[in-house]
């Protein structure tokens, strides 16, 4: 039987279950992004948090699944094969967690090649006018420091901080990286129909990532029309008044629920994992989704493959 069975005895509906009740926290970033943490390091914490399944959702890759599923199995963690894309409604940039999916999928992984390569490019962007005004960062010195094939902006922050232009990470968004500051660069994103279509074809479910954050409901009943398949009502953003209207929404509109920590390691503050728990009931719900079932099964890996 499957540990996670146990878990629709939850009680509560918010990300709280009941003590001793099994959860999952499906938002996790490695170093494979933006996030600090090694998958197997992850799935130690996971463990430690007392997580019964776990997802990697690193920004436009797969690539640290394998070993976090490897890491998962080791410890009796469920895993799943995750991602985060960035794409943009309606001039509006959302983000949408792909579960399930095939890590070997060539179109995927096509397309994840061409959203790195769109980072990068932006990260030259962004150091091209922190140069302009007489920060003299270098490139190299972001990538060196990411290390990755997903650079981002956290890395770019970290780079000023390590190379003194800047106190904290807090401040180096502040001045210089948040949206409107000198050395912000807008991102190329795929459009959400697209990448919809992009994470089904390689067997996945696409789910929209903490909705309250990019303030985005208007656009969830047009996307669940197009093939949106879930909302992810538990984010650590997200308040407990804020899950309950997404699980309504969600609902109403009979989309899966989803939650996670949306943990960075330490590059975002303090570890987030586990603080998010995504009651054992709608992981159920998630593996019986009804779409390319077995496409799905193959890919969980952890104590009930
Ligand atoms: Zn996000
Ligand atoms: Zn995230």
């Not at 999952?24 to 992850?42: I, K, Q, V």
């Not at 502040?174 to 129909?193: D, M, N, T, Y």
């Not at 953003?237 to 804020?242: D, G, L, Q, V, Y």
């Not at 779409?291 to 890996?301: Q, T």
Request: proline share 5%; with cysteine; net charge neutral.
């Amino acid at each position: 039987m499957n540990s996670l069975v146990a878990a629709g005895t939850a009680k509560s509906e918010v990300g709280d279950p009941a003590p001793g009740a099994l959860f999952a926290d499906l938002h996790l970033h490695s170093l494979f992004s933006d996030g600090t943490f090694t998958p197997e390091e992850l799935a130690g914490r996971g463990r430690e948090a007392g997580l019964a399944a776990m997802s990697l959702t690193d920004h436009d890759t797969v690539e640290g699944c394998a070993r976090m599923a490897q890491a998962c199995q080791a410890l009796g963690i469920d895993f799943i094969v995750g991602t985060e894309l960035t794409a943009e409604f309606e001039h509006k940039e959302i983000h949408l967690l792909g579960y399930f999916l095939d890590p070997q999928n060539a179109p995927l992984l096509s397309e994840m090649k061409k959203f790195q390569a769109v980072r990068k490019s932006r990260i030259h962007e962004m150091v091209a006018r922190l140069n302009e005004i007489n920060i003299p960062l270098r490139a190299e010195a972001v990538f060196a420091l990411a290390n990755c094939r997903s650079p981002g902006r956290p890395h770019v922050a970290r780079a000023l901080v390590q190379e003194g232009h800047c106190q904290s990470l807090d401040e180096a968004f502040e001045r210089f990286l948040k949206k409107g500051r000198s050395a912000w660069v807008p991102k190329c994103k795929i459009s959400a129909l697209d990448a919809v279509t992009l994470i089904h074809q390689a067997g996945g479910l696409a789910v929209m990532a903490h909705p309250g954050l990019n303030h985005c409901d208007d656009i969830l009943p047009t996307l669940a029309g197009q093939g949106l398949d879930g909302i992810e009502c538990f984010h650590t953003k997200h308040s407990a008044k804020m899950s309950r209207h997404y699980l309504n929404l969600a609902a109403r509109l009979n989309l899966l629920v989803t939650g996670g920590s949306d943990c960075h390691g330490f590059s975002k503050g303090k570890p987030l994992i586990g603080g998010v728990k995504l009651p054992g009931i709608y992981w159920e719900k998630l593996k019986a989704a009804p779409r390319n079932r077995e496409g799905r099964r193959a890919v969980i890996l952890g104590a009930s493959s």
